[in-house]
């Protein structure tokens, strides 16, 4: 009786493992984040030096805040039934706490910490003890109160940092965020009860495959925002117009590339996998770099767009090449994520773009967008012929595989 109150928030077996229209709904909150953090990025441009470094580390910190809140909702609408009111209040709130989140994101480590702040740690630290309320007596109910405990430990540090010094805020909220994070890995252990380990949690694998596809997607439709915005904003030239079309065609390429076998073969992986949130764990750690890597690379379109074939600053290669370098690096790792091998096509890619950034330092963003689109449309044109007329393999993915000790009352 006791593990049946509660019960019925739970996701069935038979429930559908698409994302609902309410997901999609808390998604636009995301892109509005993802464009705030495109924007820091973008104004880090002109930077060099220690105001680049320090630029970076910040809005990397804003970015893993803001994934942290966006994973652990899709991690609960895989595992509660998001047709439920009380998971429907959950998803609502954590869009508005979210939508706080972003639209502080530009002056986040600057005046406007305190909300940023508030916001964060309103769905970290309270959202976990709603769910836990909802589930009654439940065994489940303890996992969630993990959470809260552990977010309730470095919710001093997040404030700390948000009211004291300038100059201890970023330290502050980046111990702050290692420790959610650490937590997040270890399974939110506790005195007495030990941990939770997310990869034994029981989800739906599907759900949780079509949402970080969702995520990718919803990056790559910042890009092209930013590619029509620049485009449309700055004067126009025959350049320009050039950079316009190749820095849309980088961005299919990055599509193509993404959804070729393994990216399209997610869905499937996750939803015959015996122990899915094992596979999922590792998914969504390359999900995250796959999404920054889409960020960092509209960077290098605006700076293509605007300054074609202007004075080159190396700086400027961190965006227009190292972008590209961490997506191609993160395909590497799905790749053996879905089928247990490395893409030979991608790893040679990304070689490539390696060797060839030491001699594009002395040329325009214009030439250094054009080689990485060619880089690009030769590791996707090798795929296409490597696999015409092969039909889709079944996954074998190394994740997901159940091993003993993965299971229990909390799973």
Do not use: C, K
Request: glycine share 8%.
């Amino acid at each position: 009786m006791v593990a049946g109150r509660g019960a019925e928030l739970l996701r069935p077996a038979t429930s559908s493992g698409r994302a609902t229209f309410l997901e999609l709904f808390f998604d636009l909150a995301f892109v509005v984040a993802l464009t705030r953090v495109s924007q820091r990025f973008a104004d880090l441009g002109g930077e060099a030096g220690g105001p680049l470094v320090a630029g970076l580390g910040r809005t990397l910190l804003l970015f893993l805040a803001l994934w942290l809140i966006w994973s652990h909702t899709t991690w609960i609408t895989s595992r509660y039934e998001p047709e439920r009111p009380i998971i429907q209040a959950v998803v609502v709130g954590t869009m508005f706490a979210a939508l706080v989140m972003a639209v502080t994101l530009p002056r986040a480590v600057e005046e406007r910490a305190l909300p940023f702040t508030v916001a964060y740690l309103m769905v970290m630290v309270v959202r976990p003890l709603v769910v836990a309320a909802a589930l009654r007596g439940h065994p489940r109910r303890r996992v969630p109160y993990r959470l809260a405990a552990w977010a309730a430990a470095s919710a001093p540090l997040w404030l700390v940092g948000a009211l004291g010094p300038d100059r201890l805020r970023l330290p502050l909220w980046a111990a702050a965020l290692a420790v959610d994070y650490l937590a997040w890995a270890l399974g939110w252990p506790l005195p007495r009860l030990g941990a939770a380990a997310v990869r034994g949690w029981r989800i739906a694998g599907e759900h949780l495959a079509e949402r970080h596809q969702q995520m990718f997607l919803i990056a790559l439709g910042e890009s092209i925002s930013i590619i029509g915005i620049v485009f449309s904003g700055a004067g126009y030239s025959g350049e320009r117009a050039v950079a316009f079309a190749v820095a849309f065609a980088t961005s299919a390429l990055l599509w193509r590339i993404y959804f070729h076998r393994a990216g399209l073969l997610l869905t499937r992986a996750l939803g015959r996998a015996p122990m899915p949130a094992r596979l999922g764990t590792a998914s969504e750690r390359t999900h995250a770099l796959t999404v920054l890597s889409v960020l960092v690379t509209s960077v290098g379109y605006d700076l293509a767009i605007a300054h074609p074939f202007g004075p080159l600053r190396p700086t400027w290669l961190l965006f227009v090449v190292g972008g590209p370098v961490l997506f191609l690096a993160a395909r590497v790792w799905l790749e053996y994520e879905v089928f247990g091998r490395l893409s030979r096509s991608r790893l040679i890619a990304l070689a490539v773009l390696l060797l060839v950034t030491p001699a594009l330092a002395r040329w325009s963003p214009m030439v250094g967008l054009s080689v990485v689109a060619g880089v690009l449309a030769l590791a996707a044109l090798f795929d296409g012929l490597q696999n015409r007329r092969r039909p889709l393999e079944e996954p074998a993915s190394p994740n997901g595989r159940e091993t003993p000790g993965t299971s229990g009352s909390e799973a």
